[in-house]
């Protein structure tokens, strides 16, 4: 958005998962505009608030505006809907003033900017060194249906594109900066377009070649992608290292009901088996009160955590987003709960108190610090040994050298000495360092403390049932993650 506001406008960029736009920043600005998510519905309208009691308009765009408008009666202008026709009439209406209208304004997108039409975001407005990890979006969109996603309803089921000549672009105009050396693409699907997604890869691996492979790639993508061996064998030589897949359940007959058949296209150990041969480190989404779940689900979880050996998965309960299709069955089954108090919005066929017992037991059973750092071992044998060992001259940097520096004494410190787990810790960094897997023991500590301290306080009661707030607000925060520890962790994202 900063990139597509016409030239003479200045800008200043706020990111208060870093720090709260102050007095002197509301008081310097015209208008205030904001995207967020739904988790984020509080936050949002704090900053209302404050643009309000500093005088300033608002506009509210983002995923939670799209999908829910209702959600914010208050604010003065709403951003319906992608980059698009919708901006340019926002554009040229707080252009012609910036005074608050006499009832709120909605701008929806009728038509859309292609995504090849995108600028460059514009990251000089953002200290890239802030940040653990940086994004970039190649595609948007995902053509399957599954019941629990908003992304079709938001997005499309026919996934739109950037150029790999557009791609290349911003990972140069992030490389102008400090920066860390981890990308996430953050599209949807990763190949939700698979012959776009085979085209663009040869110009990363190029690019990654030219410069001495300066960073490295995360995304996100359904389980099919095992399949994709084509794919999967650009993505090694990419430098692409993880990848988050939705697996949900181990349960084929819940998979089904829930309209993600996909994931079981090839059975689901020898996915996660191709995967791990190919260098990815795969992330699990999990998702727990399932109409589809039994007494035996969490057995059947237990079992699948042992024998996928996947260190982190995301166990969550189910939520209900709008403009899914399960917000529409649950909505006409009157099983929607408006409680803020309720780890969930969704009323479970199974007693809620068992629900919420058989996850608690869960992430406790799959976050024990001999179950989990015994995990991150074995993933130096079967993920870490297969990855391809690049040139060390992209990222031998003073920036990655001096985080690389202050981040290792704080993991000798906080986890290897300070921490009660300490011991499995040391057992599996011990059994990486002797394969040569030094990155292996930065990412068991860092990842393993974040798990093992948010099971803690989940079961103390002092965090909800959903991995996502607290790791995405860790990820852009990795000095304070050590620095206030369980604090930062229990504030909201």
């Known amino acids: 958005i ?24 509301l008081d310097w600005a015209d208008v205030v505009l904001v995207s967020g998510m739904h988790i984020q519905a509080p936050q949002i309208r704090d900053v209302h608030r404050r643009a309000r009691a500093a005088g300033k308009v608002m506009v509210l765009g983002g995923p939670s505006a799209s999908a829910s408008p209702e959600m914010y009666p ?11 026709d919708a901006t340019d009439r926002m554009i040229a209406c707080i252009d012609d003033s910036v005074a608050p209208p006499p009832a709120q304004v909605r701008f929806e997108t009728a038509e859309r900017l292609a ?11 953002v200290p890239l060194r802030n940040y653990l990890m940086l994004t970039l979006q190649f595609s948007s969109g995902c053509p399957y249906r599954c019941e629990f996603c908003d992304i079709p309803g938001l997005y499309g089921r026919q996934p739109r594109l950037k150029t790999p000549r557009q791609i290349i672009a911003e990972l140069d105009a992030m490389r102008r900066q400090r920066h860390p050396p981890s990308v996430y693409f953050v599209d949807d699907n990763f190949i939700g377009n698979r012959k776009a997604t085979r085209e663009m890869l040869p110009h990363l691996v190029e690019w990654q070649k030219q410069h001495g492979y300066p960073m490295n790639f995360f995304c996100e993508a359904t389980l099919n992608i095992a399949k994709q061996t084509d794919v999967l064998a650009l993505m090694r030589e990419a430098q692409f290292l993880g990848l988050f897949v939705g697996i949900e359940t181990p349960d084929a007959g819940a998979l089904k009901a829930m309209r993600k058949e996909h994931n079981v296209a090839v059975p689901m150990m020898e996915s996660i088996r191709t995967l791990n041969s190919h260098g990815l480190e795969v992330t699990s989404g999990i998702i727990l009160g399932l109409d589809t ?39 006409r089954a009157d099983r929607l709960v408006d409680d803020p108090a309720r780890e969930s919005n969704v009323r479970f066929l199974r007693p809620y108190d068992e629900v919420i017992g058989a996850w608690r037991r869960s992430i406790a059973y799959a976050y024990d610090p001999e179950r989990l750092f015994a995990r991150f071992a074995r ?18 940097n003073w920036a990655n050298l001096t985080f690389a520096a ?10 290897g000495i300070k921490s009660d787990y300490r011991r499995p810790f040391w057992r599996a960094a011990r059994h990486a360092m002797r394969r040569g897997k030094f990155d292996a023991v930065f990412a068991m500590a860092f990842i393993g ?3 093992v301290e948010f099971t803690r306080e989940a079961l103390r009661g002092e965090q909800n049932a959903s991995f996502y707030s607290p790791l995405r607000k860790q990820a852009g925060r990795p000095r ?7 604090a930062e962790l229990r504030r909201s994202a």
Request: with cysteine.
């Open 115 to 125: 995504l090849c039409d995108f600028p460059i975001p514009a990251y000089d407005l």
């Open 449 to 451: 403390h974040h798990l």
């Open 406 to 415: 202050i981040f290792a004494a704080r993991i000798v410190y906080y986890v």
């Open 74 to 84: 208050d604010v003065d202008y709403l951003h319906i809907g992608e980059l698009g």
């Open 293 to 331: 779940d039994t007494p035996d689900s969490e057995a059947r979880l237990g079992e699948f955590v042992d024998l996928s050996q996947i260190p982190m998965l995301t166990i969550n309960l189910l939520q209900a987003l709008p403009k899914t299709p399960l917000w529409d069955r649950l909505k």
């Open 379 to 396: 993933q130096v044998d079967v993920t870490y040994v297969n990855r391809i060992v690049p040139p060390a001259r992209g990222k031998l």
């Open 2 to 25: 900063a990139a597509y506001l016409p030239a003479a406008w200045p800008v200043r960029f706020v990111d208060e998962n870093i720090a709260p736009a102050s007095a002197a920043d």
């Open 480 to 486: 304070s993650f050590w620095r206030r520890g369980q």
